[in-house]
């Protein structure tokens, strides 16, 4: 990867920034001056397959750590992205930003090593860190979210950039540069990264702000694919090859670990003989894959156990979920085999950009659905704009509909945003919204018709509506007296540990399975765990809450310091309540899929048994990356959700509860 200074000299096809020279008096007139926020969290940029068309500024994408610098009263300090202080490991690059006599400031940045052709080297610089030896890195910086006491993240990017550039204009330190941008067309950005000798490069659409969230102004556009891969085992050597032939990699789905093909390239002699040292006190007998491999895959391959986390560059994911055309880069030490995933670029869509400054639009259509105020903004903590909302329902359409066909939906309204006047809307009596079926009003005597989604249209109307949240019945409305599940909501005491979500939710599972009853996972998206069984139709209302609400009862006596079947804040101190009371009729729970109405906008997502271990919260997943799981799943993780379960007189005597009706 080539040093940023050189470029506009390699590449004569592309053209400098050219506002980079402009002069400032904007920025005087629009900046607006701030006191300076404790934290910042940083924008990041979203994969794509392909360069998005529209005016655009690329940069190098560096290997290194993401560093963000507060300057405030002449004092620096130094983040990584997670908000953790790194000011005295890197105390040399602090005193550069110092000798800047800049004004409170955050600037962003990577964090490289370079080698002797420029390129930054991510194995070395890890080496680096690991020794304490900082003296040779590099701050690449490359925006100015607040520089000199004003608050610049309102202004488009290229002006945010100049005024850095102008900033940093009589540095005198080798550890600080300004990285560079240079402009390529959609059709040529490929050619140029290539003449740069460019693997990814980062795209800053013109005119956008900067965002503290994942932003679709800011993309990651990978000339060749990368990412990191668990190793599973290897192969024999071959000819005059020593140590091994080829690694066998895995990423983690559902069901657990997915073959994912072999690389046996990119590796040195010394590399070949260390790995394969390490891979043989790891050796076992059994594949550590969730499904095993074919006669001619598995053939000659020593299993290994899943510790090893490697990096690894290729061309092109196949059809069938293998990478072609492999090359091995590097091990990585710092990330856990647990937390490996295959990563998915997002296609491009032709759908309306992220509104800027004086641009704002009044509608907009998602899916041939009108969106009004799309540029309203409906969590001000993430940042997320209506029209994202709109857009997030029309993608998740597939996933989320099953879920709620032919159920009575009620809807969670927030009309100016999920901090302002929220209402919950259960019949068709405040307002008809298009595309959304209304029931048979018999259904519900003595109240307005009850809804359902069944179709894109009538979600994307729904957000068009102000909608975020979508609840169902545990019943269909076809047979809408016979429950087909029930849901035993785990509700924690906010106090307590995330673990003890888990151990309570372990237990529920394990009495369900000795009931002989299988229960499907999914987070709440709040602070809870919601666990689902699928009933045949053979109860009423009020023998399924009860049976809910035996378990319950059960789970209590069990273990009455942890939990609880009492509703209320004072009966759940310390404990976690096992709310049964949504199986009532007329109740209802938040869908899979659907967003939820908390600051950062996480969503309820379906998991398999097997990813509880390494579940971190409740809302591991919000409105960006809920998507990106979904597409990206090897397997559906409620696989034999659509088996239908009876309640027997067995289980009831196993609760030491009564069937209602039944006289003893």
């Known amino acids: 990867m080539v040093m940023a200074e050189n470029e506009h000299a390699r590449l004569p096809d592309t053209e400098p920034d050219e506002t980079m020279a402009r002069p400032d008096n904007r920025l005087d007139r629009i900046a607006v001056p701030a006191r300076l926020p404790e934290r910042l969290s940083p924008q990041l940029a979203t994969p794509v397959e392909e360069p998005p068309p529209g005016e655009w500024r690329y940069e190098v994408k560096f290997d290194g750590y993401r560093l963000l610098a507060r300057i405030r009263g002449g004092e620096v300090r130094l983040f990584n992205r997670n908000h953790q202080d790194w000011t005295e490991r890197l105390q040399l690059h602090a005193d550069a930003l110092a000798a800047l006599n800049l004004g409170d400031s955050w600037l962003d940045g990577d964090l490289v090593l370079l080698d002797d052709t420029g390129q930054s080297d991510l194995a070395a610089l890890r080496q680096a860190f690991e020794i304490g030896r900082t003296v040779d890195m590099v ?65 800053k659409r013109l005119g956008s702000p900067y965002v503290s969230r994942r932003s679709t102004d800011w993309i990651k556009l990978k000339c060749r694919l990368r990412q990191a891969f668990v190793i599973v085992g290897f192969t024999r050597p071959k000819g005059t090859r020593s140590g091994f032939g080829a690694l066998l990699l895995a990423v983690n789905g559902p069901a657990g670990l997915v073959y994912a093909g072999r690389v046996g390239t990119g590796l040195t002699r010394s590399q070949l003989k260390q790995l394969h040292e390490q891979l043989q006190r790891h050796e076992r007998d059994a594949s550590p894959l969730g499904k095993p491999l074919n006669a001619s895959q598995g053939r000659g391959v020593q299993w290994v156990e899943p510790t090893l986390v490697c990096e690894v560059e290729f061309a092109e994911w196949t059809r069938g979920g293998l990478v072609r055309q492999a090359a091995f880069l590097d091990l990585l030490t710092d990330t856990p085999a647990s937390k490996v995933v295959r990563e998915q670029a997002l296609p491009i869509k032709a759908t309306a950009p992220e509104s800027k400054r004086g641009g704002r639009k009044r509608s907009v259509e998602v899916s041939g659905v009108k969106i009004t105020h799309p540029e309203r903004v409906i969590d001000s903590v993430s940042g997320v704009e209506k029209v994202e909302l709109a857009q997030y329902y029309a993608d998740i359409a597939s996933w989320i509909l099953p879920h709620l066909k032919l159920r009575p939906v009620a809807l969670l309204r927030a009309p100016d945003g999920i901090g302002e006047e929220q209402f919950f809307q259960k019949h068709a009596d405040r307002l008809e919204i298009p595309h959304i079926k209304q029931l048979d009003p018999q259904l519900d005597p003595g109240h307005a018709a009850l809804m359902e989604i069944d179709s894109a249209q009538a979600l994307i109307s729904a957000a068009q509506m102000g909608t975020v949240e ?58 809870g765990m919601h666990i689902i069984v699928p009933l045949a139709r053979s109860e009423g209302w009020d023998t399924t809450k009860a049976f809910a609400k035996a378990i319950s009862q059960f789970m209590t006596r069990q273990m009455p310091q942890r939990v609880t079947a009492t509703m209320g804040p004072k009966n759940r101190v310390g404990k976690i309540f096992i709310d049964y009371l949504r199986n009532a009729r007329g109740a209802s729970t938040v869908a899979a899929y659907s967003v939820r109405a908390r600051p950062g906008l996480p969503v309820s997502v379906p998991i398999a048994r097997v990813e509880l271990d390494g579940l971190r919260n409740a809302q591991q997943w919000d409105i960006h990356t809920a998507l990106e799981r979904a597409r990206g799943l090897g397997a559906d993780p409620w696989s034999g959700y659509n088996h239908r379960q009876r309640i027997t007189a067995r289980m009831w005597e196993q609760l030491e509860a009564e069937k209602p009706g039944i006289e003893t």
């Open 139 to 203: 701050y690449f910086l490359f925006d100015a979210p607040f520089l000199n006491g004003k608050d610049l993240r309102m202004l488009a990017v290229e002006e945010r950039r100049a005024a850095l550039k102008k900033a940093l204009a009589n540095n005198a330190s080798k550890r600080l540069r300004f990285s560079e941008a240079f402009s390529a067309s959609q059709d040529e950005i490929f050619e140029s990264a290539a003449a740069l000798s460019l693997d990814r490069v980062i795209g």
């Open 470 to 527: 979508l609840h169902t019945w545990t019943a269909t409305h076809d047979r809408i007296e016979t429950p087909d599940l029930f849901v035993l909501d785990l509700d924690p005491d906010p106090s307590l540990p995330w673990s003890a979500m888990l151990d309570v939710t372990r237990m529920t599972l394990s009495l369900l399975d000795e009931l002989g009853l299988q229960g499907f996972l999914k987070t709440s998206g709040g602070k």
